[in-house]
């Protein structure tokens, strides 16, 4: 009986690890979808959405310019 339990035991330890391990591996998929970002990322997003606005807005100006005065010399 003896021999038989040393026999039994040491399986139910290796599927007792196996269970484990597979528990790890599908963590992510019982994990809760993404997260909304945090207001300070919204807020940086805000920011940098607004330097980009008024970078392409002084970049507009300067062709206008350029092309107002290329107007007024071809005249």
Known sequence: MDQDNQLINPTKKCLKKRCKSAKTLNRDLSASPERPNPPTTKKHEALVA?????QTQKINDKI???EEEHYRNVK
């Not at 607004?50 to 008024?54: D, E």
């Open 64 to 66: 206008t310019k350029q």
């Open 50 to 54: 607004l330097r980009r606005a008024t």
